[in-house]
């Protein structure tokens, strides 16, 4: 049924207008069935359309850094709602699912194989022993990394060693008078700027690590999703 929208001071019948944040119908196909939940208890089932609604209100809190509580009343769902399902989907692992799956598609897009092996390798910035067992669970074809010059210790490459991986140190002395690009540094910074599109990681907001991560995970979802649907409204993704 139609709702009825505060625009400008006026109430006007119609549907909300979309939002830049809003998922296209498409994109929302691709990630319905990470989102939806089956209903096996009795009762009325949440419709998949305020499933939507949910994410929806997640993307706008990602894309603007606003509040939960600030969301506008565009939305048909409650901030409290929304953030609940937000933590729950962080806390069952939604977003790597979703994200894995949506990967996939634009490196098929793409002609790639559905893998992280061979000459794609892996851009690590910290923690490298912990972030080197992470990403082997996820892609366990990696086979070399790229780093800075601030990881040539023992340990880091001990834990290269260990987990099969070849490493090489990127850097090169400091241009004079000129900015000079280093070979795959470009890939990290490139993937910054674009996290950086989301208000809210510009800082560490989150109570828990789990939710930042689920930011994370959110953004490169919502940026594969305009790689793949040029219609989807994320306006500088």
């Known amino acids: ?5 505060r625009i400008g001071g006026h109430v006007t019948s119609g549907p909300p207008p979309a939002l830049p944040s809003d998922l296209s ?11 939806v939940r089956d209903h096996p208890r009795g009762g009325r089932p949440c419709p998949p359309q305020r499933w939507r609604e949910h994410l929806n209100a997640a993307l ?12 506008p009343h565009d939305f ?23 994200l894995a799956a ?25 923690g490298i022993p912990g972030l080197l067992r992470k990403a082997k669970r996820v892609a366990p074809t990696i086979a070399h990394l790229w ?5 040539t210790g023992h340990t880091v490459a ?28 470009w890939v990290v910074e490139h993937t910054n700027g674009w996290i950086n599109h989301c208000r809210r990681l510009d800082r560490h907001y989150e109570v828990t690590l789990t939710a930042h991560e689920g ?9 594969l999703l305009r790689r793949l649907d040029r219609t989807q409204l994320f306006d500088t993704l």
């Open 1 to 5: 049924s139609d709702l009825a929208v």
């Open 60 to 71: 706008y809190v990602l894309r603007t850094g606003c509040a939960w509580r600030h969301l």
């Open 102 to 126: 949506v990967r996939g598609e634009v490196r098929a897009r793409a002609g790639r194989r559905n893998d992280l092996s061979g000459s794609d390798g892996l851009i690590v910035g910290e």
């Open 215 to 223: 930011f994370l995970y959110l953004s490169q979802i919502a940026l």
């Open 147 to 151: 780093l800075d010059k601030g990881y």
């Open 25 to 35: 119908d498409t994109a929302w196909a691709r990630v319905a069935r990470f989102i």
């Open 158 to 185: 001990e834990s290269a060693t260990q987990a099969g991986v070849s490493i090489d140190v990127v850097s090169g002395p400091k241009p004079a008078n000129r900015f000079q690009v280093q070979p795959r540094r």
């Open 76 to 98: 048909t769902v409650s901030w409290s709602a929304a953030h609940k399902h937000f933590l729950r989907w962080c806390r069952a692992g939604v977003w790597f699912k979703a």
